[in-house]
């Protein structure tokens, strides 16, 4: 008789999210990631619907909860990633029935659009709509014509990496340039002309 035992390996049994999003979109789920115990779906930018949809509609899983979608810009990172692309969008949705929460992740380029996830959770409209006016990150069936937080004459897309910080002088069109914000101070409520709210220095300069 052997003194060695043989060590079987048993399968790591999958989240049901997982099984279910994988039968029903085979070449749509793209990567599967578990971080600091938070599930992550990483999905191309066609399924993101239907993926959306089964977990929201399907009775074992019922993610109704749409919490957020939050938008993110890669080009500066240098460490490994889940996508190729330039940003990354994620949606954060919850089950109630079961008190989970699953993240869909997709990835998109310049020139590229996301479906809007509006028609699956009514929520997503103003997140979606805040992405595309801060990362210029588009959604196609949620289109908006002019800015959503910004003013109608900003230049650029201040969430994107290459955007100046807060307090530099900012490039705009035609090369001019805007003052920093030192330099053209409006006062409002609790603010003073010195850069201070109440007694607190704020800026810093």
Request: proline share 4%; charged share 30%; glycine share 8%.
């Amino acid at each position: 008789m052997s003194d060695t035992v043989e060590q079987i390996e048993t399968p790591i049994q999958e989240a049901l999210e997982i099984v279910k999003v994988r039968e029903a979109f085979p070449e749509g789920l793209l990567k599967v990631k578990n971080f600091r115990d938070q599930l992550f779906l990483c999905v191309e930018r066609d399924s993101i619907v239907g993926v959306a949809t089964l977990l929201k509609e399907d009775e074992d899983l019922q993610y109704t909860y749409f919490c957020e979608c939050v938008g993110a810009d890669y080009s500066k990172w240098t460490h490994e990633r889940d996508f190729e692309e330039r940003f990354e969008v994620i949606y954060n949705l919850r089950s109630l029935k079961h008190s989970s929460q699953i993240f869909l992740k997709v990835g998109v380029n310049d020139g590229q659009s996301i479906p809007t996830l509006k028609e699956v959770f009514l929520g997503a409209e103003y997140p979606e709509r805040e992405i595309n006016d801060l990362f210029g990150i588009q959604f196609a069936g949620n289109e908006q014509t002019g800015r959503f937080l910004l003013p109608d004459d900003w230049i650029g897309y201040p969430l994107r990496k290459e955007y100046p910080l807060g307090g530099d002088d900012v490039i705009f069109d035609h090369g001019d340039r805007g003052p920093a914000i030192e330099d053209l101070m409006t006062p409002h409520a609790g603010e003073s002309f010195e850069g201070k709210t109440d007694t607190q220095e704020v800026s810093g300069r």
